[in-house]
């Protein structure tokens, strides 16, 4: 049961971060959404969607780095879908 308060709480966190490719660059991938992600992450039970949600993080810190905003807005995405699953 905390496993799926805790993936709520990730959904819940980057909701806003879920926009198209085209709006990424307004809303969706920036340093407060990132860091909101990785304290709900922080949170979670170790497991297996914990280490691949901080994988997509990873990956969405990095092309947000590069200026690839919609990258970073699919990685930001993945990392929650990661960390609502057992």
Known sequence: MLNKLLGAAVMAVVA????????????????DNLAKTESAIETMADGAGKITA??????AQAAML???M?????????????????
């Open 16 to 31: 806003s971060a879920v926009v198209p490719a085209s709006a990424a660059k307004m809303a969706g991938c920036s340093g």
């Open 54 to 59: 901080q994988k997509e993080v990873a990956q």
């Open 66 to 68: 590069s200026g690839k």
């Open 70 to 86: 919609g990258a970073c807005a699919v990685h930001l995405t993945k990392a929650m879908h990661a960390g609502g699953t057992k």
